[in-house]
């Protein structure tokens, strides 16, 4: 059975930083392209980062490059986003996901996590 868990959401003010990790079980980690995507209340899921196979390529959406950083270590099985330079609009559930192939849109994506909470706040 395939697991994603993502960890390390909370409160934080503008301007501050959080690092969310998502731990994958029960897939070859390493066979898979990884993704984060968030969600605001009241609208659809939205890419945020992606990261090919061996880490070696990243891709963003326009509204946080130069401010995340998605990377991975496959030796842990782990994906992380390291987000910097907060904004109140990054208010958001994050979710980390796990595809076949490097792509930024939702239908494309296998496997899903729960999702974890992240507030920004003034």
């Known amino acids: 059975q395939v697991q994603l868990v993502e960890s390390g959401g909370g409160l934080v003010q503008a301007g501050g930083s959080l690092r969310l990790s998502c731990a994958a079980s029960g897939l070859s980690f390493g066979n898979y392209a990884m993704g984060w995507f968030r969600q605001a209340p009241g609208t659809e899921r939205e890419f945020v980062a992606g990261i090919n196979r061996s880490g070696w390529n990243a891709y963003y959406a326009d509204s946080v490059k130069g401010r995340f950083t998605i990377f991975r270590d496959n030796a842990k099985n782990t994906v992380y986003l390291q987000m910097n330079s907060l904004k109140l609009e990054d208010t958001a559930v994050y979710y980390c996901?796990?595809?076949?192939?490097?792509?930024?849109?939702?239908?494309?994506?296998?496997?899903w996590g729960q999702g974890t909470q992240v507030t920004v706040s003034s």
């Open positions: 996901a796990a595809a076949r192939i490097p792509a930024t849109k939702v239908d494309v994506y296998d496997y």
